[in-house]
């Protein structure tokens, strides 16, 4: 994502359910040569700059809607490039059914592209929609990926001049940033101790695209690769106005997160939460803690609403109205900046900047291929170049975090609003039948929405003691199966809704899901633990989605469930 990224529009027909369907339309007006349909259909005929090899006009025309689409024909398939007359207009040409919307990114465009029959191999028909600045496009062939992005890039060349946000960073400028900082990272940084690996590291294919919580580009998220393993990540900032490139360098492997599912997860959550509601746009979202996705929808009723999931819990963690700000004066938190601010943040990005383009010119002076790792000579030569610039690397720059203490405030009053569901934790040698007979002998009667059951694979309980537990914990922070590093990646924490204290004993909740780079699965994990002496709990948990009744007796209700000997704890899944 790259010199401007348009806020993506979910549009109807690729998150139909049957897919992305093009329809056949009139088409009353008619054009023999691009220069004719330019002189007809006006300066916005979407004639590319860049065609592959074998590709030639072969006609343009207008449908009855107002859309423009210019046909080129090749021996292998032809191309069909559309600008739509709205965002919501159906795309012409071919029909192309999948199941799947996939998010693609590349050469300045960020799009959403659908597979006839999810078949991704080389020759299969496609459909691409994107957005660019006002104006909404799609495209139908048969290309590979790289050369359909750069069609795509070459439509909208000329709309480049006038960016909807003056500090969006391309992505051929942050890909720059990362593969720089990631030598000064190694040859003259903290990468230094980071061993072998990390002296033979490069920058991993990609980028993900981050988008902030109020919805527009934050980082470009770079998988941090050595002999063909990811070992880390390095984030950069998709704006100047953050103040730096580089965000967070990543020494660990980062947490799997595929932004294609996640996003299709999302949408899907999207639509149980609010049937009949129509999607707007959805992306891969990083609202520290969470890496989620950030869905924007409009309700049955026409009601604007923005949802933050969160992959990895499978749960929504919040929602609001969307606001309307001008995007080009407002950071990643909401804040709006002042001239001054935005101005000393953007001077701090160019300076670095211009200390990457050094490292960077100075690999093409010497002949160094930065797409490989450093050879021992190359890596002297930039030992010398570092320390004849006097100057040590950047350090990070660091991630603003809302007032915490404002937060909480917000997060208490939405709480306090929102409505929820019980979970209910349980130890995972009760049967579903035994749980449900002690839910409903607390409620009086069956849940009006019935209870669906999940394992938690990766969650597991400690009932200790403080000093035990401080114990268990040296033991988890250092396995070697385990991998737990710290206590934020672990999650380590006394269970937050009404923990089940007796005495000085109580709950201790973990996860070990994403930390094990053994092969073994959770259960044999769980075994191992067992085996040496750390009394871990496996644990499932009940849901009640439907529970009936007011806050106050269902606040009882759970509150009677958690103090029930025979089940775990209880958790509130906050629904709205």
């Given at each position: 994502?790259?010199?401007?990224?348009?806020?993506?529009?979910?549009?109807?027909?690729?998150?139909?359910?049957?897919?992305?369907?093009?329809?056949?339309?009139?088409?009353?007006?008619?054009?023999?040569?691009?220069?004719?349909?330019?002189?007809?259909?006006?300066?916005?005929?979407?004639?590319?700059?860049?065609?592959p090899e074998g590709y030639v006009f072969e006609n343009a025309t207008r449908s009855s809607d107002g859309s423009v689409t210019?046909?080129?024909?090749?021996?292998?398939?032809?191309?069909?490039?559309?600008?739509?007359?709205?965002?919501?207009?159906?795309?012409?040409?071919?029909?192309?059914?999948?199941?799947?919307?996939?998010?693609?990114?590349?050469?300045?465009?960020?799009?959403?592209?659908?597979?006839?029959?999810?078949?991704?191999?080389?020759?299969?028909?496609?459909?691409?929609?994107?957005?660019?600045?006002?104006?909404?496009?799609?495209?139908?062939?048969?290309?590979?990926?790289?050369?359909?992005?750069?069609?795509?890039?070459?439509?909208?060349?000329?709309?480049?001049?006038?960016?909807?946000?003056?500090?969006?960073?391309?992505?051929?400028?942050?890909?720059?940033?990362?593969?720089?900082?990631?030598?000064?990272?190694?040859?003259?940084?903290?990468?230094?101790?980071?061993?072998?690996?990390?002296?033979?590291?490069?920058?991993?294919?990609?980028?993900?695209?981050?988008?902030?919580?109020?919805?527009?580009?934050?980082?470009?998220?770079?998988?941090?690769?050595?002999?063909?393993?990811?070992?880390?990540?390095?984030?950069?900032?998709?704006?100047?106005?953050?103040?730096?490139?580089?965000?967070?360098?990543?020494?660990?492997?980062?947490?799997?997160?595929?932004?294609?599912?996640?996003?299709?997860?999302?949408?899907?959550?999207?639509?149980?939460?609010?049937?009949?509601?129509?999607?707007?746009?959805?992306?891969?979202?990083?609202?520290?803690?969470?890496?989620?996705?950030?869905?924007?929808?409009?309700?049955?009723?026409?009601?604007?609403?923005?949802?933050?999931?969160?992959?990895?819990?499978?749960?929504?963690?919040?929602?609001?109205?969307?606001?309307?700000?001008?995007?080009?004066?407002?950071?990643?938190?909401?804040?709006?900046?002042?001239?001054?601010?935005?101005?000393?943040?953007?001077?701090?990005?160019?300076?670095?900047?211009?200390?990457?383009?050094?490292?960077?010119?100075?690999?093409?002076?010497?002949?160094?291929?930065?797409?490989?790792?450093?050879?021992?000579?190359?890596?002297?030569?930039?030992?010398?170049?570092?320390?004849?610039?006097?100057?040590?690397?950047?350090?990070?720059?660091?991630?603003?975090?809302?007032?915490?203490?404002?937060?909480?405030?917000?997060?208490e009053e939405w709480q306090q609003r929102a409505d929820w569901s019980i979970g209910v934790a349980y130890d995972a040698d009760?049967?579903?039948?035994?749980?449900?007979?002690?839910?409903?002998?607390?409620?009086?009667?069956?849940?009006?929405?019935?209870?669906?059951?999940?394992?938690?694979?990766?969650?597991?309980?400690?009932?200790?003691?403080?000093?035990?537990?401080?114990?268990?914990?040296?033991?988890?922070?250092?396995?070697?199966?385990?991998?737990?590093?710290?206590?934020?990646?672990?999650?380590?924490?006394?269970?937050?809704?009404?923990?089940?204290?007796?005495?000085?004993?109580?709950?201790?909740?973990?996860?070990?899901?994403?930390?094990?780079?053994?092969?073994?699965?959770?259960?044999?994990?769980?075994?191992?633990?067992?085996?040496?002496?750390?009394?871990?709990?496996?644990?499932?948990?009940?849901?009640?989605?439907?529970?009936?009744?007011?806050?106050?007796?269902?606040?009882?209700?759970?509150?009677?469930?958690?103090?029930?000997?025979?089940?775990?704890?209880?958790?509130?899944?906050?629904?709205?």
């Amino acid at each position: 994502m790259k010199p401007i990224l348009p806020t993506l529009l979910l549009l109807g027909c690729l998150l139909a359910a049957a897919g992305c369907t093009g329809t056949d339309q009139a088409t009353p007006e008619y054009s023999a040569t691009p220069d004719e349909a330019r002189e007809v259909f006006g300066p916005e005929t979407p004639v590319p700059s860049y065609l592959p090899e074998g590709y030639v006009f072969e006609n343009a025309t207008r449908s009855s809607d107002g859309s423009v689409t210019l046909t080129y024909s090749s021996t292998a398939a032809d191309l069909r490039i559309t600008r739509l007359s709205s965002p919501d207009a159906p795309c012409p040409g071919p029909t192309v059914a999948g199941n799947k919307d996939w998010i693609v990114q590349g050469d300045g465009i960020e799009g959403r592209l659908v597979y006839e029959g999810d078949d991704r191999s080389p020759g299969s028909p496609w459909l691409l929609r994107w957005d660019w600045n006002d104006a909404s496009f799609c495209m139908t062939g048969r290309l590979p990926m790289d050369e359909m992005m750069r069609v795509a890039a070459s439509v909208v060349s000329e709309r480049r001049a006038e960016p909807r946000d003056p500090y969006l960073v391309a992505e051929e400028t942050a890909r720059d940033h990362a593969t720089a900082a990631l030598v000064e990272f190694i040859v003259a940084g903290p990468g230094l101790t980071e061993g072998e690996a990390w002296r033979n590291a490069t920058v991993g294919a990609g980028p993900v695209l981050f988008a902030d919580r109020n919805g527009r580009p934050f980082v470009y998220h770079y998988p941090v690769e050595s002999g063909g393993t990811t070992i880390g990540s390095i984030k950069i900032a998709a704006r100047t106005v953050l103040g730096g490139p580089v965000m967070d360098y990543g020494t660990t492997p980062p947490t799997a997160f595929d932004p294609d599912d996640a996003v299709s997860w999302a949408i899907a959550a999207t639509k149980r939460i609010y049937p009949g509601c129509s999607v707007r746009d959805a992306r891969p979202c990083y609202a520290s803690p969470v890496t989620g996705v950030l869905v924007r929808a409009a309700t049955a009723d026409g009601t604007e609403t923005c949802l933050l999931f969160d992959p990895a819990s499978g749960r929504m963690v919040d929602e609001w109205v969307p606001t309307e700000e001008d995007a080009a004066t407002v950071d990643h938190l909401g804040r709006i900046l002042d001239q001054d601010e935005a101005e000393g943040r953007v001077a701090a990005w160019h300076e670095a900047d211009v200390r990457y383009r050094g490292t960077l010119s100075f690999a093409e002076r010497h002949g160094i291929n930065l797409r490989q790792p450093l050879s021992e000579e190359d890596f002297e030569r930039y030992v010398d170049f570092f320390e004849n610039l006097t100057v040590s690397p950047a350090p990070d720059t660091p991630i603003p975090e809302p007032d915490t203490a404002a937060w909480e405030r917000e997060l208490e009053e939405w709480q306090q609003r929102a409505d929820w569901s019980i979970g209910v934790a349980y130890d995972a040698d009760l049967s579903d039948d035994e749980v449900f007979a002690i839910i409903e002998e607390h409620l009086g009667s069956s849940p009006p929405g019935g209870i669906r059951t999940s394992p938690a694979d990766s969650w597991l309980c400690l009932n200790a003691t403080a000093a035990e537990f401080a114990g268990y914990r040296v033991i988890l922070e250092n396995h070697a199966v385990v991998r737990i590093t710290d206590a934020n990646e672990a999650f380590f924490m006394s269970v937050i809704e009404n923990p089940k204290t007796v005495g000085d004993r109580t709950l201790w909740l973990f996860d070990i899901g994403q930390k094990n780079p053994s092969g073994m699965t959770s259960g044999e994990i769980i075994d191992l633990l067992l085996a040496e002496g750390v009394p871990v709990e496996r644990i499932r948990i009940a849901y009640m989605r439907a529970y009936s009744g007011d806050r106050d007796e269902r606040e009882q209700f759970a509150q009677g469930l958690n103090a029930d000997a025979r089940l775990l704890f209880v958790m509130k899944e906050y629904l709205n």
